[in-house]
């Protein structure tokens, strides 16, 4: 259980850490201010402010992270009236600090009972200085100056020429693709690794590798490492897949085998071993693809393993919207859970390709045009192309609103349909 839960944390932490990089990255070349870059999730434990103008922070739970950009849906600086804060004037008289948290102490700060402000556009903030009511005092804000929050965070203001919406609509569309497309590179790059640990690619022909142990049907027939077989039971295999079909139905069957050994070919007669697999009987004999062990096709099998089961997870989504919907073709927090415990019985490989597999899953669910999600945004960023002009703020945010509702209503169900599903029955 300990080795799942730690490895659940690994896996989350990798895959949302990297998808959000991608949108800091691209949103920091963009001219846009990341004011926070968190790594976990929940309270803070402690952080650090970059010469960038961003925030980095560790918080308590160790699942996740996220990026606050600035001008975001779920980015405000809003100063209700009548919340006392310190302000620290720096040169020219102007605020360089807002401290607004009581778990923060600023020396030389000004007391003011809040009374408007404007962080924004003009960069003007007022209010009863010392709790004198009789005179409201105007402080002008430096464009690069830091609010403490509530929390205890300090972060840098938010300014309208640095917020998201101040970019180029290239620049916005790209920093929006870039959190899917790191998880597409994460894939690749899990899928090569996989390859080495492995020592080679799978090649996909009838060439076998035999399994080195006693009681190999294999072994004990005769068959040796990179003999190809032909035939099994009359049947040709010209691939491991036609292999692997052939030989399934075969479970505790006498079944001939032709194989080719160094140009020659030999009949052989064995029995595949009948091993229960998702509730059926199935035969096995104890051999392996042949793997290739040049380093060409291990770079290469990053791209073709992640073209394959992009392939194959399209054709899943296909055939959930085309009639065939189930909360059980879909998986939360949960069913991740569940499955890392399987994961790592097959040691490294089996994580790395469980990671390779929800990278996948994350970057394609993410690219679905649904409010909310990266899909969704990058939806109104063409929108916005065609119209030439973007939607109204109120338009956008009752768009996001929807998605946001959809997706916290569909989270629920798939929460406690895996609950059921891995828990209960």
Known sequence: MITTIITFIIVFGILVIVHEFGHFYFAKRGGILVREFSIGMGPKLFYRRGKDGTTY????????????????????????????????????????????????????????????????????????????????KRYPVAHNATIIETDGTELQIAPKDVQFQSASLGRRLMTNFAGPMNNIILAIVTFMLMSFVQGGVAMGTNQVQVANSPVSVAKKAGIQTNDKILSVNGQQTKDWTSLSTAIQPRANKATKVVIQRDGAKKTLTLTPKG???????VGMIGITQAQNKHIGPILLSGFTQTWTMTKALFGALWSMVSGHFSLNDLGGPVAIFATTSQATQFGLVGVLNFLAFL???????????????????????????????????????????????????????????????????
């Not at 020219?92 to 009972?113: C, H, M, W, Y």
């Not at 091993?275 to 009987?281: D, F, I, V």
């Open 275 to 281: 091993e229960k697999s998702n509730g059926k009987t």
């Open 57 to 136: 922070t560790v918080r308590l739970l160790p699942v996740g992270g996220y990026v606050r950009m600035a001008g975001a849906e779920d980015d405000e600086d809003e100063i209700k009236p009548g919340t006392p804060v310190s302000l620290y004037l720096g040169k020219d008289d102007q605020v360089e600090r807002i401290n607004a948290s009581k778990k923060s102490t600023l020396f030389n700060g000004i007391p003011v009972e809040i009374t408007g402000s404007d962080l924004e556009e003009e960069l003007w903030i007022e209010g009863y200085e010392n709790g004198d009511e009789s005179e409201v």
């Open 359 to 425: 990278s996948i899953n994350l970057a394609i669910v993410n690219l679905l045009p649904i409010p909310a999600l990266d899909g969704g945004k990058i939806l109104l960023n063409f929108i916005e192309a065609i119209r030439r002009k973007p939607l109204s703020e109120n338009v956008e945010a009752g768009i996001t609103l929807v998605g946001v509702g959809f997706l916290v209503i569909l989270m629920l169900l798939v929460t406690w349909n895996d609950i059921e599903r891995y828990f209960i029955h």
